[in-house]
Protein backbone atom coordinates (compact mmCIF):
# COMPACT_ATOMS: atom_id res chain seq x y z
CA UNK A 1 0.00 0.00 0.00
CA UNK A 2 1.16 3.87 -1.03
CA UNK A 3 1.47 6.24 1.39
CA UNK A 4 -1.44 8.24 -0.24
CA UNK A 5 -3.66 4.66 0.16
CA UNK A 6 -2.91 4.83 3.52
CA UNK A 7 -3.71 8.05 4.49
CA UNK A 8 -6.93 7.76 3.14
CA UNK A 9 -8.01 4.53 5.05
CA UNK A 10 -6.49 6.64 8.25
CA UNK A 11 -8.63 9.52 7.55
CA UNK A 12 -11.43 7.10 7.36
CA UNK A 13 -10.73 5.72 10.63
CA UNK A 14 -10.47 10.16 11.86
CA UNK A 15 -11.63 8.95 15.15
CA UNK A 16 -8.43 6.46 16.12
CA UNK A 17 -5.59 8.62 17.87
CA UNK A 18 -3.04 6.32 15.98
CA UNK A 19 0.73 7.21 17.73
CA UNK A 20 3.36 6.41 14.38
CA UNK A 21 4.21 2.63 15.74
CA UNK A 22 0.75 2.09 15.70
CA UNK A 23 0.50 3.33 12.72
CA UNK A 24 3.07 0.73 11.58
CA UNK A 25 1.64 -2.31 12.65
CA UNK A 26 -2.25 -1.16 11.92
CA UNK A 27 -1.20 -0.39 8.02
CA UNK A 28 0.27 -4.17 7.98
CA UNK A 29 -2.83 -5.61 8.64
CA UNK A 30 -4.30 -4.65 5.21
CA UNK A 31 -3.57 -5.83 1.76
CA UNK A 32 -4.21 -4.48 -1.69
CA UNK A 33 -6.55 -5.81 -4.04
CA UNK A 34 -7.59 -4.76 -7.78
CA UNK A 35 -10.17 -6.30 -9.30
CA UNK A 36 -11.10 -5.87 -13.57
CA UNK A 37 -15.02 -4.97 -14.15
CA UNK A 38 -17.33 -7.67 -13.59
CA UNK A 39 -15.58 -9.62 -11.04
CA UNK A 40 -17.15 -11.14 -8.46
CA UNK A 41 -15.75 -10.09 -5.43
CA UNK A 42 -18.10 -11.81 -2.56
CA UNK A 43 -20.24 -14.74 -4.65
CA UNK A 44 -23.67 -16.03 -2.95
CA UNK A 45 -23.44 -19.05 -0.73
CA UNK A 46 -19.52 -18.16 0.64
CA UNK A 47 -18.55 -16.75 3.40
CA UNK A 48 -17.31 -12.78 2.86
CA UNK A 49 -13.64 -13.11 4.04
CA UNK A 50 -12.72 -9.47 4.43
CA UNK A 51 -13.82 -5.82 5.09
CA UNK A 52 -12.88 -3.67 2.46
CA UNK A 53 -11.94 0.10 2.15
CA UNK A 54 -12.16 1.64 -1.67
CA UNK A 55 -9.32 3.09 -3.24
CA UNK A 56 -10.74 3.15 -6.59
CA UNK A 57 -13.86 2.07 -8.85
CA UNK A 58 -17.61 0.96 -8.10
CA UNK A 59 -19.37 -1.91 -6.64
CA UNK A 60 -22.43 -3.26 -6.40
CA UNK A 61 -24.31 -4.80 -3.54
CA UNK A 62 -27.14 -7.04 -4.85
CA UNK A 63 -29.30 -10.20 -4.15
CA UNK A 64 -31.30 -12.56 -6.70
CA UNK A 65 -34.96 -12.76 -6.70
CA UNK A 66 -37.06 -15.99 -6.79
CA UNK A 67 -36.73 -15.10 -11.10
CA UNK A 68 -32.93 -14.91 -10.55
CA UNK A 69 -32.78 -11.22 -11.06
CA UNK A 70 -30.72 -9.00 -9.52
CA UNK A 71 -32.33 -6.44 -7.09
CA UNK A 72 -29.66 -4.04 -6.07
CA UNK A 73 -29.23 -3.45 -2.11
CA UNK A 74 -26.28 -0.88 -2.22
CA UNK A 75 -23.22 0.52 -4.09
CA UNK A 76 -20.01 0.99 -2.42
CA UNK A 77 -17.16 3.50 -4.17
CA UNK A 78 -13.74 5.65 -3.54
CA UNK A 79 -13.03 6.82 0.37
CA UNK A 80 -15.88 4.29 1.72
CA UNK A 81 -16.17 0.78 3.22
CA UNK A 82 -17.45 -1.96 1.52
CA UNK A 83 -18.28 -5.88 1.58
CA UNK A 84 -20.91 -7.70 2.63
CA UNK A 85 -20.97 -7.29 6.67
CA UNK A 86 -23.52 -9.43 7.90
CA UNK A 87 -22.15 -12.12 6.38
CA UNK A 88 -17.50 -10.82 7.38
CA UNK A 89 -19.24 -10.84 11.19
CA UNK A 90 -21.50 -13.69 11.88
CA UNK A 91 -18.81 -15.93 8.98
CA UNK A 92 -22.07 -17.49 7.61
CA UNK A 93 -22.84 -18.10 3.72
CA UNK A 94 -23.64 -14.59 2.50
CA UNK A 95 -26.98 -14.43 0.53
CA UNK A 96 -25.75 -11.29 -1.29
CA UNK A 97 -23.41 -10.71 -4.51
CA UNK A 98 -20.53 -7.92 -4.34
CA UNK A 99 -19.57 -7.11 -8.06
CA UNK A 100 -17.01 -4.91 -9.22
CA UNK A 101 -18.79 -2.65 -11.20
CA UNK A 102 -15.64 -0.57 -12.50
CA UNK A 103 -12.10 -1.97 -12.10
CA UNK A 104 -11.68 -1.81 -8.71
CA UNK A 105 -8.47 -1.42 -6.06
CA UNK A 106 -9.63 -2.49 -2.47
CA UNK A 107 -8.06 -2.50 0.86
CA UNK A 108 -8.82 -5.56 2.60
CA UNK A 109 -8.66 -6.80 6.52
CA UNK A 110 -9.57 -10.38 7.37
CA UNK A 111 -11.56 -11.15 10.02
CA UNK A 112 -8.95 -11.81 12.65
CA UNK A 113 -7.12 -8.94 12.30
CA UNK A 114 -10.20 -6.49 12.30
CA UNK A 115 -11.38 -8.09 15.78
CA UNK A 116 -7.66 -8.02 16.87
CA UNK A 117 -8.31 -4.04 16.15
CA UNK A 118 -10.93 -3.85 19.11
CA UNK A 119 -8.61 -5.32 21.32
CA UNK A 120 -5.78 -3.48 20.76
CA UNK A 121 -7.84 0.05 20.53
CA UNK A 122 -10.38 0.57 22.47
CA UNK A 123 -11.33 4.00 20.33
CA UNK A 124 -12.62 1.55 17.53
CA UNK A 125 -15.20 0.80 19.91
CA UNK A 126 -16.36 4.19 19.09
CA UNK A 127 -15.84 4.00 15.18
CA UNK A 128 -17.88 0.93 15.24
CA UNK A 129 -20.39 2.68 17.19
CA UNK A 130 -20.59 4.99 14.76
CA UNK A 131 -20.16 3.34 11.55
CA UNK A 132 -22.96 0.73 12.38
CA UNK A 133 -24.92 3.72 13.22
CA UNK A 134 -24.06 4.99 9.68
CA UNK A 135 -25.02 1.58 8.25
CA UNK A 136 -28.50 1.49 10.30
CA UNK A 137 -29.68 5.02 9.94
CA UNK A 138 -28.73 4.66 6.06
CA UNK A 139 -31.02 1.20 5.96
CA UNK A 140 -33.62 3.25 8.02
CA UNK A 141 -33.82 5.98 5.39
CA UNK A 142 -34.01 3.65 2.53
CA UNK A 143 -36.77 1.50 4.06
CA UNK A 144 -38.96 4.61 4.44
CA UNK A 145 -38.48 6.44 0.60
CA UNK A 146 -39.02 2.98 -1.03
CA UNK A 147 -42.61 2.30 0.90
CA UNK A 148 -43.41 6.03 1.29
CA UNK A 149 -42.00 7.81 -1.52
CA UNK A 150 -43.03 7.93 -5.50
CA UNK A 151 -41.15 6.62 -7.99
CA UNK A 152 -40.12 10.49 -9.42
CA UNK A 153 -39.38 11.87 -4.98
CA UNK A 154 -37.22 8.82 -5.32
CA UNK A 155 -35.53 9.89 -8.05
CA UNK A 156 -34.97 12.89 -6.67
CA UNK A 157 -34.22 12.35 -3.44
CA UNK A 158 -31.59 10.03 -4.87
CA UNK A 159 -29.97 12.30 -7.73
CA UNK A 160 -29.58 14.45 -5.05
CA UNK A 161 -27.36 13.25 -2.37
CA UNK A 162 -25.70 10.59 -5.64
CA UNK A 163 -22.41 10.90 -6.08
CA UNK A 164 -20.76 11.41 -9.53
CA UNK A 165 -18.99 7.92 -9.51
CA UNK A 166 -22.38 6.27 -9.13
CA UNK A 167 -23.77 9.06 -11.83
CA UNK A 168 -22.00 6.67 -14.81
CA UNK A 169 -23.03 3.21 -13.46
CA UNK A 170 -25.27 1.37 -16.24
CA UNK A 171 -28.89 2.60 -15.13
CA UNK A 172 -30.64 -0.60 -15.00
CA UNK A 173 -28.75 -0.53 -11.63
CA UNK A 174 -29.18 2.84 -10.36
CA UNK A 175 -33.23 2.17 -11.05
CA UNK A 176 -33.23 -1.44 -9.46
CA UNK A 177 -31.71 0.23 -6.30
CA UNK A 178 -34.91 2.98 -6.48
CA UNK A 179 -37.10 -0.20 -7.00
CA UNK A 180 -38.27 1.01 -10.28
CA UNK A 181 -38.37 -0.57 -13.82
CA UNK A 182 -34.98 0.99 -16.06
CA UNK A 183 -37.76 2.70 -18.42
CA UNK A 184 -39.18 4.75 -15.72
CA UNK A 185 -35.54 5.48 -14.47
CA UNK A 186 -34.69 6.92 -17.90
CA UNK A 187 -38.26 8.65 -18.57
CA UNK A 188 -37.69 10.46 -14.92
CA UNK A 189 -33.90 11.20 -15.85
CA UNK A 190 -35.04 13.08 -19.41
CA UNK A 191 -38.00 14.93 -17.63
CA UNK A 192 -37.15 15.53 -14.39
CA UNK A 193 -34.60 18.16 -12.69
CA UNK A 194 -33.33 17.71 -9.15
CA UNK B 1 -44.60 -23.67 -21.00
CA UNK B 2 -42.61 -20.44 -19.48
CA UNK B 3 -39.42 -19.45 -21.15
CA UNK B 4 -36.31 -20.41 -19.20
CA UNK B 5 -34.19 -17.79 -18.81
CA UNK B 6 -30.90 -18.29 -17.01
CA UNK B 7 -28.12 -16.34 -15.35
CA UNK B 8 -24.88 -17.05 -14.22
CA UNK B 9 -25.15 -15.85 -11.12
CA UNK B 10 -27.94 -17.49 -10.30
CA UNK B 11 -26.20 -20.41 -11.29
CA UNK B 12 -22.75 -19.63 -9.11
CA UNK B 13 -24.82 -19.51 -6.18
CA UNK B 14 -26.69 -22.32 -6.41
CA UNK B 15 -23.13 -24.42 -6.98
CA UNK B 16 -21.91 -22.55 -3.76
CA UNK B 17 -24.37 -24.20 -1.89
CA UNK B 18 -24.52 -27.61 -3.69
CA UNK B 19 -20.29 -28.05 -3.24
CA UNK B 20 -20.99 -26.81 0.35
CA UNK B 21 -23.48 -29.31 0.66
CA UNK B 22 -21.56 -32.20 -0.81
CA UNK B 23 -18.32 -30.81 0.95
CA UNK B 24 -20.05 -31.56 4.77
CA UNK B 25 -21.73 -35.33 4.16
CA UNK B 26 -18.03 -35.86 4.61
CA UNK B 27 -18.39 -35.71 7.64
CA UNK B 28 -21.21 -38.38 7.90
CA UNK B 29 -20.28 -41.71 9.36
CA UNK B 30 -18.88 -44.35 6.96
CA UNK B 31 -21.99 -46.72 6.94
CA UNK B 32 -24.40 -44.11 6.35
CA UNK B 33 -21.83 -43.04 3.22
CA UNK B 34 -21.73 -46.82 1.98
CA UNK B 35 -24.71 -48.06 2.90
CA UNK B 36 -27.59 -48.24 0.10
CA UNK B 37 -31.34 -48.07 1.45
CA UNK B 38 -32.44 -51.19 -0.81
CA UNK B 39 -30.66 -53.32 -3.38
CA UNK B 40 -31.85 -51.17 -6.17
CA UNK B 41 -30.41 -47.87 -4.92
CA UNK B 42 -26.99 -46.39 -4.28
CA UNK B 43 -25.33 -45.24 -1.51
CA UNK B 44 -24.39 -41.58 -0.80
CA UNK B 45 -20.80 -42.10 -1.99
CA UNK B 46 -22.05 -44.28 -5.15
CA UNK B 47 -24.58 -41.01 -5.97
CA UNK B 48 -21.49 -38.82 -5.97
CA UNK B 49 -19.57 -41.07 -7.94
CA UNK B 50 -22.19 -40.98 -10.49
CA UNK B 51 -21.90 -36.67 -10.20
CA UNK B 52 -18.25 -37.22 -10.76
CA UNK B 53 -18.38 -39.75 -14.07
CA UNK B 54 -21.34 -37.30 -15.49
CA UNK B 55 -19.13 -34.25 -15.11
CA UNK B 56 -16.45 -36.10 -16.47
CA UNK B 57 -18.03 -36.27 -19.78
CA UNK B 58 -18.48 -32.33 -20.16
CA UNK B 59 -14.91 -31.34 -18.82
CA UNK B 60 -13.05 -31.15 -21.93
CA UNK B 61 -16.15 -29.87 -24.03
CA UNK B 62 -16.91 -27.22 -21.66
CA UNK B 63 -13.61 -25.92 -21.09
CA UNK B 64 -12.65 -26.22 -25.48
CA UNK B 65 -15.97 -24.08 -26.08
CA UNK B 66 -14.83 -21.67 -23.37
CA UNK B 67 -11.50 -21.33 -25.27
CA UNK B 68 -12.90 -21.01 -28.12
CA UNK B 69 -15.80 -18.22 -26.84
CA UNK B 70 -15.17 -14.44 -27.74
CA UNK B 71 -14.64 -11.97 -24.88
CA UNK B 72 -17.28 -9.98 -24.51
CA UNK B 73 -17.11 -6.03 -23.05
CA UNK B 74 -21.23 -5.54 -21.87
CA UNK B 75 -23.27 -6.55 -19.16
CA UNK B 76 -24.96 -9.58 -20.19
CA UNK B 77 -28.93 -10.45 -20.39
CA UNK B 78 -30.18 -13.86 -19.06
CA UNK B 79 -29.67 -16.41 -21.89
CA UNK B 80 -32.76 -17.81 -22.66
CA UNK B 81 -33.08 -21.80 -23.30
CA UNK B 82 -34.53 -22.79 -26.20
CA UNK B 83 -37.64 -25.29 -25.88
CA UNK B 84 -36.96 -28.59 -25.76
CA UNK B 85 -33.55 -27.48 -24.33
CA UNK B 86 -35.37 -26.08 -21.41
CA UNK B 87 -37.95 -29.07 -20.92
CA UNK B 88 -34.76 -31.54 -20.75
CA UNK B 89 -33.69 -29.24 -18.42
CA UNK B 90 -36.71 -28.53 -15.96
CA UNK B 91 -37.19 -32.92 -16.67
CA UNK B 92 -33.90 -32.92 -14.19
CA UNK B 93 -34.72 -29.57 -12.00
CA UNK B 94 -36.24 -30.84 -8.50
CA UNK B 95 -39.86 -29.81 -7.25
CA UNK B 96 -38.71 -29.04 -3.94
CA UNK B 97 -37.93 -31.89 -2.41
CA UNK B 98 -39.51 -34.36 -5.06
CA UNK B 99 -37.48 -36.19 -8.27
CA UNK B 100 -39.85 -36.17 -11.22
CA UNK B 101 -39.53 -38.73 -13.63
CA UNK B 102 -37.50 -41.18 -11.97
CA UNK B 103 -35.07 -42.29 -14.90
CA UNK B 104 -32.22 -45.53 -15.39
CA UNK B 105 -28.76 -44.43 -15.44
CA UNK B 106 -27.10 -45.13 -18.56
CA UNK B 107 -24.47 -47.96 -18.12
CA UNK B 108 -21.53 -45.51 -18.68
CA UNK B 109 -23.13 -43.52 -15.88
CA UNK B 110 -22.98 -45.88 -13.37
CA UNK B 111 -20.70 -46.01 -10.28
CA UNK B 112 -17.89 -48.68 -10.04
CA UNK B 113 -18.23 -50.19 -6.63
CA UNK B 114 -16.47 -48.42 -4.08
CA UNK B 115 -13.79 -50.62 -1.79
CA UNK B 116 -14.93 -49.41 1.83
CA UNK B 117 -12.39 -52.11 3.87
CA UNK B 118 -9.81 -49.36 3.80
CA UNK B 119 -12.13 -47.12 6.29
CA UNK B 120 -13.42 -43.72 5.88
CA UNK B 121 -10.07 -42.21 4.56
CA UNK B 122 -9.96 -43.95 1.52
CA UNK B 123 -13.12 -42.17 0.74
CA UNK B 124 -11.52 -38.72 0.85
CA UNK B 125 -10.52 -39.21 -3.56
CA UNK B 126 -14.45 -39.16 -4.16
CA UNK B 127 -15.41 -35.99 -2.48
CA UNK B 128 -12.17 -34.56 -3.39
CA UNK B 129 -13.01 -35.54 -7.34
CA UNK B 130 -16.15 -33.80 -6.81
CA UNK B 131 -14.80 -30.61 -5.37
CA UNK B 132 -11.84 -30.10 -8.34
CA UNK B 133 -14.78 -31.23 -10.98
CA UNK B 134 -17.14 -29.13 -10.04
CA UNK B 135 -14.81 -26.36 -9.12
CA UNK B 136 -13.71 -26.54 -12.97
CA UNK B 137 -17.94 -26.27 -13.20
CA UNK B 138 -17.54 -23.07 -11.48
CA UNK B 139 -14.54 -21.67 -13.19
CA UNK B 140 -16.23 -21.88 -15.99
CA UNK B 141 -19.43 -20.32 -15.16
CA UNK B 142 -17.57 -17.48 -14.43
CA UNK B 143 -15.40 -17.36 -17.37
CA UNK B 144 -18.77 -17.65 -19.34
CA UNK B 145 -19.49 -14.08 -17.72
CA UNK B 146 -17.40 -12.37 -19.85
CA UNK B 147 -17.58 -14.39 -22.86
CA UNK B 148 -19.85 -14.73 -25.75
CA UNK B 149 -21.95 -17.93 -25.46
CA UNK B 150 -24.17 -17.50 -27.69
CA UNK B 151 -23.17 -19.45 -30.41
CA UNK B 152 -21.23 -21.87 -28.59
CA UNK B 153 -22.77 -25.54 -29.00
CA UNK B 154 -21.62 -28.36 -27.78
CA UNK B 155 -22.99 -31.80 -27.34
CA UNK B 156 -24.69 -33.67 -24.01
CA UNK B 157 -23.06 -36.67 -22.02
CA UNK B 158 -25.67 -38.75 -23.83
CA UNK B 159 -24.61 -37.73 -27.29
CA UNK B 160 -25.24 -35.49 -29.91
CA UNK B 161 -28.92 -36.56 -29.92
CA UNK B 162 -29.12 -33.45 -27.46
CA UNK B 163 -27.26 -30.53 -27.70
CA UNK B 164 -26.78 -27.62 -25.30
CA UNK B 165 -25.75 -24.01 -25.36
CA UNK B 166 -23.11 -23.83 -22.84
CA UNK B 167 -25.17 -21.72 -20.71
CA UNK B 168 -27.84 -24.96 -21.30
CA UNK B 169 -25.60 -27.41 -20.20
CA UNK B 170 -24.80 -25.38 -17.45
CA UNK B 171 -28.05 -25.48 -16.23
CA UNK B 172 -28.42 -29.02 -16.61
CA UNK B 173 -25.66 -30.12 -15.13
CA UNK B 174 -26.63 -28.09 -12.32
CA UNK B 175 -30.13 -28.90 -12.20
CA UNK B 176 -28.83 -32.70 -12.56
CA UNK B 177 -26.97 -32.20 -9.55
CA UNK B 178 -29.75 -31.02 -7.59
CA UNK B 179 -31.60 -33.69 -8.20
CA UNK B 180 -29.12 -36.15 -6.96
CA UNK B 181 -28.72 -33.95 -3.57
CA UNK B 182 -32.44 -34.22 -3.20
CA UNK B 183 -31.73 -38.33 -3.75
CA UNK B 184 -28.99 -37.69 -0.96
CA UNK B 185 -31.11 -36.61 1.53
CA UNK B 186 -33.78 -39.23 0.74
CA UNK B 187 -30.99 -41.83 1.51
CA UNK B 188 -29.68 -39.83 4.53
CA UNK B 189 -33.49 -40.07 6.09
CA UNK B 190 -33.69 -43.68 5.07
CA UNK B 191 -30.88 -44.94 6.53
CA UNK B 192 -31.26 -42.59 10.06
CA UNK B 193 -34.96 -44.73 10.38
CA UNK B 194 -33.10 -48.08 9.76
CA UNK B 195 -30.53 -47.51 12.59
CA UNK B 196 -33.61 -46.32 14.92
Not at chain 1, 111 to 129: I, M, R, T, V
Not at chain 1, 137 to 154: D, K, N, Y
Not at chain 2, 51 to 78: M, T
Not at chain 2, 138 to 148: F, S, V
Request: hydrophobic content about 40%.
Amino acid sequence: MNDDAFEQLCSFFSEIPFTDAQKVGFRALWSTTEVPKGTLITEAGKIERYFYFVLEGVQVLYILDQKGEKVVLGFSYAGGPSGVFDSFIAQQASPTFLEALKPSKLLKINLDAYQSLFEQFPEFHKWGHHFFREVLFGRLFREVEILTMSAEERYIAFMQRCPDALKVIPQKYLASYLNMKPETFSRLRSSTTY
Amino acid sequence: MAALFISAENQIQRLNFLMEKIGSLQSLPIDMLTSAPNTQAWSILEIIEHLNIAYGHYVDKVSDALNRAKPIENDKEPFKARIWQGFIINGQRPKGQTRKWKMKTMKRFEPEAIDTTHGKDHLGPTFEQFQHLHGHLKEAILMGRHKNLRHMKIPSAIGSIVNFYLPEAFEFILCHAERHLVQIEETKEILSKKEL
